[in-house]
Antibody, heavy 121, light 107 residues
């Protein structure tokens, strides 16, 4: 069974930093692009960032570019999202998601349950 | 950025009454459109990819059609468990974008 488990969320002050992790199992992690997608409370889905399978290509939403960094450790089957200079509008449930086909970057057929990030003073 | 506009915002139907959801793109995206279903407290679930292909395990009552700027998700003979928010998402151009969602109530 494919499993994705996010961790690292929490309450942080504006301007602070957090690093999210997503531990995966049940598939060959190094074969698949991975992404972070977030959902503000009561709102819709927003794509945040994507990394290619080997990690040599990364993509970011304009809203997080320059502040967030996606990375992966294929030896540890783990995806990361380093979030710096956090703002109130970054408050959301952050999902990690696996692409459904190894030749693509999206869409996503497996999702974690999310980790909640709250940015507030 | 490609904007996806979903309509209607809310759809209330009786079981067995066909549901038709629309997603319109601000520019042509070919058939690079996916549909997701999200129930309260759950992660999204991939229903349709590349406009018309059902994902693994998705019931045949879900179907998608469209190309360029106009796309439709149809739920034939929906059941109460199909009550959820449905999102479209494009992969034609970066940044990837989602529509605002359509809330479907089957009761």
């Amino acid at each position: 069974d494919v499993q994705l488990e996010e961790s690292g969320g929490g309450l942080v002050q504006p301007g602070g930093s957090l690093k999210l992790s997503c531990a995966v199992s049940g598939f060959t992690f190094s074969d698949y692009a991975m992404s972070w997608v977030r959902q503000a409370p009561g709102k819709g889905l927003e794509w945040v960032s994507t990394t290619s399978a080997p990690g040599d290509a990364t993509y970011y939403a304009d809203s997080v570019k320059g502040r967030f960094t996606i990375s992966r450790d294929n030896s540890k089957n783990t995806l990361y999202l380093q979030m710096n200079s956090l703002r109130a509008e970054d408050t959301a449930l952050y999902y990690c998601a696996k692409v459904f086909r190894s030749t693509l970057l999206t869409p996503w057929d497996s999702w974690g349950q999310g980790t909640l990030v709250s940015v507030s003073s | 950025e490609i904007v996806l506009t979903q309509s209607p915002a809310t759809l209330s139907l009786s079981p067995g009454e066909r549901a038709t959801l629309s997603c319109r793109a601000s520019q042509s995206i070919g058939t690079y459109l996916a549909w997701y279903q999200q129930k309260p407290g759950q992660a999204p679930r991939l229903l349709i990819y590349d406009a018309s292909n059902r994902a693994t395990g998705i019931p045949a009552r879900f179907s998608g059609i469209g190309s360029a700027t106009d796309f439709t998700l149809t739920i034939n003979s929906p059941v109460p468990e199909d009550s959820a928010v449905y999102y479209c998402q494009q992969r034609a151009k970066w940044p990837l974008t989602f529509g605002g969602g359509t809330k479907v109530e089957i009761k």
